[in-house]
């Protein structure tokens, strides 16, 4: 731990505001949360009996999607093991099918979200402010974000009476309200 306070101390050196305050507290901080944010891009997401969900499969790092992702993915996974009768092969390959695009459209945002919240010029820091002061650039953000965090999702508890036990809400998710697909 030493040496990562080490590390955060000389990458922040010399700047203002709060930062030389917040750096002389690292010295009496008894824990440090210390972490790079990264993401494993899997080729597929199942072998044999084990599929991947959430972020192992499809994380979308701070992209702002990743909860959600984990829970339409969720859904999608049981919905499927149950239509499949149990059978892990033909489930995992649909609930793959299904998503895809869905996650891989959410992990595109997530690619842009880093590098514009911490860019690494002046010149970076001065667009970045610029486009959060202005609320149309802002909102024009948010609906780009909608845009592909939306996804038709399969009508299991229709499909299988059974299901609704469980409390399966299904429909489009997404900002532009919900919607059965059949
Ligand atoms: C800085 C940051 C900001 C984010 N902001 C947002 C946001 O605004 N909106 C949003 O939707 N998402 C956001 N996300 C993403 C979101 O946090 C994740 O997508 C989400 O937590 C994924 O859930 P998960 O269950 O797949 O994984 P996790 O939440 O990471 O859960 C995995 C769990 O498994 C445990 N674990 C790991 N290995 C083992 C092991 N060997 N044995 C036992 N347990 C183990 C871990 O300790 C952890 O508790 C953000 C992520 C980051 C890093």
Not at 118 to 142: D, Q, S, Y
């Amino acid at each position: 731990m030493a040496q990562q306070k080490t590390l955060i101390r000389d990458a922040f050196a010399g700047l203002g505001w709060e930062v030389p305050r917040l750096l002389e507290s690292l010295g009496q901080a008894p824990e440090l949360y210390f972490d790079s944010i990264s993401r494993a891009d899997v080729p597929t997401w199942s072998t044999g009996r084990i599929a991947l969900l959430g972020d192992a499969a499809c994380g979308a790092t701070i992209g702002g999607m990743g909860t959600g992702t984990a829970v339409v993915a969720a859904y999608v996974l049981a919905g499927e093991l149950a239509r499949a009768r149990g059978d892990h092969r033909t489930a995992f390959a649909r609930y793959e099918h299904t998503l895809r695009d869905y996650a891989q459209g959410c992990q595109k945002g997530g690619d842009r979200t880093g590098p514009f919240l911490a860019p690494g010029t002046a010149t970076g820091l001065w667009v970045r402010n610029g486009l959060l002061n202005r609320r149309w650039l802002l909102n024009k953000m948010l609906d780009m974000g909608k845009q592909i965090s939306s996804v038709d999702l399969p009508d299991y508890a229709a499909e299988l009476p059974k299901a609704a036990a469980f409390g399966v809400v299904s429909g489009r998710v997404g900002p532009r309200g919900a919607r059965r697909q059949r």
